[in-house]
């Protein structure tokens, strides 16, 4: 990422990892940090199953989880695979024939945990498998279903018996000459998870898959992921994100570039700063921005959006923003465009005018990153 000299203490300094392929997307290195999700339909229903990765998609991910139970699912996630517009991972459980199945109908990564899938000869054929179909692997470490014999040793789940676990699958991956692997720590509790994914992060230099397991719902869950990745993003550690919810595969992956954003490491789409509102303000600025939230889901382009409702913060918040809007009475309000006081619009055209200016920055800012291409 490029350093920030004018506000060094907006600066994150991304811990240093290998890279590696997941499909046509580079996770680890200095590439952007991936947005992940996973599909809740029954992988065996291929329309609702590429249906909702098309849904993803479009919210930006980049890449897809969908599980593989059985063998039907493996026949079925080689049509999901062809229908993908991004790479599709396999999440395995304990079957290696499911790996196998799976690297054969074309995932981009496999997440198994050598360590749980059978012999060596076992272990050896799903890795062949992977090679021979430029598969990579995540090794997906959970607090949940920790190994008996690390259960033992430590009496409970903890982080240090999550990094051995991560550490002994990762030992059999690389006794097989096989690198093309990262990582995930996972745990429902975020101190649990944050410490086990900072001794996973001194421990390799694998790329890093960041998650809080089972996080809960929309809100909830949200808040979770946030305190956990966030912290941990913010720290530098993490290649790849899923925010885990009991929702909307797409709610994840908004909340996900959400967290993103907020830390100033990728950003997609336009990013609303809106007050809370209060008796001052000039117009209903939460109707406001829900109507332009829901408005406004079709631009891509990186860019700012201010939503003040009175003078009082308006004219310095639409300073820092690419258009702007604040509050001020008599059915009216000023319009900023890069942060510019530039014209009044009134009350009730303001949302389509909001949109209207948005659009055009976006196609403006658009071809600008063209020609510096
Ligand atoms: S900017 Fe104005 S309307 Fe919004 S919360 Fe502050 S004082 Fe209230």
């Excluded at 599709?88 to 079957?95: E, M």
């Excluded at 598969?135 to 008996?148: D, F, H, T, Y």
Aim: charged share 25%.
């Amino acid at each position: 990422m490029s350093l920030n000299h004018v506000r060094p203490w907006r600066n994150i300094y991304r811990r240093k990892s290998r890279q590696i392929m997941v499909g046509d997307v580079a996770v680890g290195g200095d590439a952007p940090i991936a947005v992940q999700t996973m599909t809740n339909t029954l992988t065996t229903d291929v329309a609702a199953t590429v249906a909702q990765v098309q849904a993803a998609a479009e919210a930006g991910v980049d890449i897809v989880r969908v599980s593989v139970p059985d063998e039907a699912s493996s026949k079925a996630l080689k049509e999901i695979v062809r229908e993908s517009p991004v790479p599709i991972v396999a999440d395995i459980h304990f079957h290696y024939r499911r790996g196998i199945e799976a690297a054969e109908a074309g995932a981009a990564c496999l997440r198994i945990n050598p360590g749980n899938i059978g012999d060596e000869k076992r272990v050896k054929e799903v890795i062949k498998a992977a090679r021979d179909h430029n598969c990579s692997i995540r090794i997906g470490v959970n607090a949940g279903s920790l190994e008996k014999h690390l259960l033992e040793k430590y009496g409970e789940p903890c982080p240090e018996a999550m990094v051995e676990s991560g550490l002994e699958h990762i030992r059999i991956l690389q006794d097989n000459d096989f690198h093309e692997f990262k990582i995930s720590v996972k745990a429902s509790d975020v101190f649990l998870s944050a410490a086990a994914y900072q001794g996973i992060a001194e421990a390799t230099d694998a790329p890093i898959h960041l998650g809080i397991t089972e996080a809960g719902g929309l809100v909830s869950g949200t808040i979770k992921s946030a305190i956990g990745l966030g912290n941990l993003l913010w720290m530098g550690i993490g290649d790849t994100i899923r925010v885990s919810l009991s929702a909307d595969p797409v709610e994840e992956v908004k909340v996900g570039y959400e967290i993103l954003k907020s830390l100033g490491l990728r950003h997609r789409g336009v990013n609303i700063i809106s007050c809370p509102s209060c008796a001052r303000q000039g117009f209903d600025v939460i109707k406001t921005v829900e109507a332009l939230e829901q408005r406004l889901e079709h631009i891509k382009t990186p860019m700012s959006l201010s939503i003040i409702g009175c003078v009082v913060n308006g004219p310095g918040e639409a300073l820092m923003t690419d258009v702007g809007f604040t509050g001020g009475g008599a059915g009216s309000g000023m319009v900023y465009l890069a942060g510019k006081a530039s014209h009044k619009m009134s009350n009730d055209q303001m949302i389509d005018h909001i949109v209207e200016e948005v659009e055009k920055k976006a196609a403006e800012l658009d071809a600008a990153q063209e020609a510096a291409e």
